[in-house]
């Protein structure tokens, strides 16, 4: 049976990982960027769906969906692919390219049909797939977030525990680089429950890895509390960054209330100074257009940007309801009269990148060479 993946930008690490699942289990997913026989897999966000669902709906194969779109989404998504993998795909898509290949009777538990659902019964444990095999990909080190977002895919589709690849694991994948990056929501929370750090797991983790190491920026950001003069030391010690990327997402204490961050505007600018103090440029990552923003919220957002972007830099985006989350359902709110000029000649001098204006430019849709 050929399988096949359909290729787009941003789901390349997915692809790493899925693909090296697969082939421990004997199915090599050859990328297309049109459907073929006999499978074609796609990977779905909030970005691809729309132009994407027509093609998987007139495909001429059997037609296999994932992502945080199709775990949000698996009804919907259930009515144009043959079937949906729900969640993590790692351990469910190999046993069902099996199930597909044998011809049975039903499919394993984890996938979505028209005909219905059951639930995986367990979460993936890392150390047991392996990030990469011949498709490199960033070496995920940690899957899963205790903090809630009310904005935010990742609880709901990992979950509220965090778990983590092991030390000598990660050690084996990151060898074949020689700028090791990591995919983790935290990675200061390496090794920890995710509530505090265990900076003796995250020492030890950076103290085991040869090559160019790059922690606490992209893919890899923080959150603010969790930045210390301890922490930062691992970094300027260990790693070969010259910026640390951190969430602040809101200059206002009760919209930051109202989303469950779980961190204080203070906190935000305490991690600020750390990084500079240290000689690491902040980049701090801002939302605006949430829907219960006021327009003194608003403002207070725009101080925050002001405040960093003297010696730091920003990276802004307009608030997008992503189903699956408690804001799902709601919609952008306009921004204040001046924010939007604020942003641009920021942008202008440099310090502000992202996009905030018209939410529709974030569906921009997929690049010229993903285009059927
Ligand atoms: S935004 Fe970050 S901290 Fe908040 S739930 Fe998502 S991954 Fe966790």
Redesign the pocket.
């Known amino acids: 049976m050929k399988v096949h993946w359909r290729s787009t930008h941003a789901t390349r690490n997915t692809y790493a990982a899925l693909s090296a699942a697969c082939e421990t289990q004997g199915f090599t997913l050859d990328p297309v960027t049109v459907p073929e026989k006999d499978v074609t897999c796609y990977s779905l966000n909030s970005r691809n769906e729309r132009q994407l669902a027509p093609e998987i709906a007139d495909a001429d194969c059997i037609t296999i969906a994932g992502g945080p779109y199709a775990t949000a989404c698996f009804r919907e998504v259930a009515r144009y692919a043959d079937y949906v993998v729900v969640g993590e795909g790692e351990y469910t898509l190999p046993l069902l390219l099996a199930a597909i290949e044998e011809g049975a009777a039903h499919v394993p538990p984890g996938v979505a049909t028209r005909e219905g659902y059951r639930p995986a019964v367990s979460q993936v444990r890392l150390d047991a797939w392996p990030p990469f095999s011949q498709v490199k990909g960033y070496v995920e080190i940690t899957r899963g977030?205790p903090?809630?977002?009310a904005?935010?895919q990742?609880?709901r589709i990992f979950g509220g525990a965090m778990r983590h690849r092991s030390i000598d694991q990660i050690a084996r994948y990151a060898s074949r680089f020689r700028d090791i990056r990591f995919v983790t929501?935290?990675a200061l929370a390496y090794g920890s429950r995710g509530r505090e750090p265990d900076l003796r797991k995250v020492r030890g983790l950076l103290q085991s890895l040869s090559g160019t190491i790059y922690f606490g920026t992209f893919p890899s950001e923080v959150?603010p509390e969790f930045i210390s003069r301890e922490a930062i030391a691992l970094i300027t010690t260990y790693c070969a960054n010259t910026s640390i990327q951190f969430?602040a997402q809101s200059g206002s204490d009760a919209v930051l209330e109202r989303l469950g961050?779980?961190h204080t505007v203070a906190d935000v600018i305490l991690a600020m100074e750390e990084s500079l103090d240290a000689g690491l440029v902040p980049i701090v990552d801002m939302i605006v257009g949430f829907p219960f923003e006021t327009d003194e919220d608003q403002y207070a957002t725009g101080d925050l940007i002001r405040t960093i972007t003297r010696r730091g830099k920003v990276h802004c985006h307009r608030f997008m309801p992503l189903p699956g989350t408690p804001l799902a359902r709601d919609q952008p709110r306009h921004l204040a009269p001046g924010l939007a000029h604020l942003l641009g000649s920021l942008a202008l001098r440099g310090r502000v990148t992202g996009s905030w204006s018209e939410p529709k430019i974030a569906f921009c849709g997929l690049p010229s060479h993903d285009r059927a």
């Open positions: 977030c903090f809630g977002c904005y935010c990742t609880p929501p935290n959150r969430g961050r779980g």
